[in-house]
């Protein structure tokens, strides 16, 4: 298991019949993570840089989150937690991946506290 900060946008597309996602690209900032992630499900990885700053204290604090390549910007997002619902909340969802000339579908799993809030994103 490997931990990094990673910013990965997402298309929503269908698969026979199917939803999935495909991802575009993905930023990472281990660059161990990069090497071994291309080869297993085929989709862009970069090394990028990310800061993350908290605006206040506790669980419902506001946060600022920078991710840069090289001395270039590629997101900016600021958000502002309200509301907190109760419970921990499971989501699935597919990936669907051109690799080695076929499909690969990946199943990603996540578990999640959810917030509601607002938040603004630029991803340049």
Same mark, same amino acid.
Request: net charge positive; hydrophobic share 50%; no cysteine.
């Given at each position: 298991?490997?931990?990094?900060?990673?910013? +990965?946008?997402?298309?929503?597309?269908?698969?026979?019949?199917?939803?999935?996602?495909?991802?575009?690209?993905?930023?990472?900032?281990?660059?161990?993570?990069?090497?071994?992630?291309?080869?297993?499900?085929?989709?862009?990885?970069?090394?990028?840089?990310?800061?993350?700053?908290?605006?206040? +204290?506790?669980?419902?604090?506001?946060?600022?989150?920078?991710?840069?390549?090289?001395? /270039?910007?590629?997101?900016?997002? /600021?958000?502002?937690?309200? +509301?907190?619902?109760?419970?921990?909340?499971?989501? /699935?969802?597919?990936?669907?991946?051109? +690799?080695?000339?076929?499909?690969?579908?990946?199943?990603?799993?996540?578990?999640?506290?959810?917030?509601?809030?607002?938040?603004?994103?630029?991803?340049?």
């Amino acid at each position: 298991m490997l931990a990094y900060n990673a910013l +990965l946008p997402a298309v929503r597309v269908r698969l026979n019949r199917r939803r999935r996602f495909t991802i575009t690209h993905i930023w990472l900032d281990r660059l161990s993570s990069i090497a071994g992630a291309r080869a297993l499900w085929g989709i862009p990885k970069q090394f990028a840089k990310f800061k993350v700053e908290g605006k206040g +204290l506790g669980r419902g604090a506001a946060f600022e989150a920078h991710a840069e390549v090289g001395a /270039q910007p590629i997101a900016f997002d /600021q958000s502002r937690p309200r +509301l907190a619902l109760p419970g921990w909340w499971r989501f /699935q969802a597919h990936t669907a991946h051109s +690799l080695a000339g076929s499909v690969k579908i990946t199943r990603a799993r996540a578990r999640a506290r959810l917030k509601i809030g607002s938040t603004a994103w630029l991803l340049a």
